[in-house]
Nanobody
């Protein structure tokens, strides 16, 4: 079973930036399309962005709400995925998680809290 650890969240002002990281414990990470998800209080978890397994041909997809502001990337040699978040808005505040795009998913990590507030 792969374990996922998210990091990089924090408190940032509107318009600011954060870079999230997701590190997987096993090399199986490099075989799958991965996604960044987020869950705000009282809302369902939603997919923010996804990236295919091949670094040279990443096949990225973004939710309309983050398109042009967020960039997903991955480093298969380090079993790590990133989410560069720019021009952050209060509505981006949520706990961010990473996991496979399609089931069966691995156990969810603890997530990393992103709070966008002045």
């Amino acid at each position: 079973q792969v374990q996922l650890v998210e990091s990089g969240g924090g408190l940032v002002q509107p318009g600011g930036s954060l870079r999230l990281s997701c590190t997987a414990s096993g090399s199986a990470f490099r075989d799958y399309t991965m996604g960044w998800y987020r869950q705000a209080p009282g809302k369902q978890r939603e997919l923010v962005a996804s990236i295919g397994p091949i670094v040279s041909d990443p096949r990225t997809v973004y939710a309309d709400s983050v398109k042009g502001r967020f960039t997903i990337s991955r480093d298969n040699a380090r079993n790590t995925m990133f989410l560069q978040m720019n021009s952050l808005r209060p509505e981006d505040s949520a706990v961010y998680y990473c996991n496979k795009l399609t089931p069966p998913r691995w156990d969810w990590g603890q997530g990393t809290q992103v709070t966008v507030s002045s």
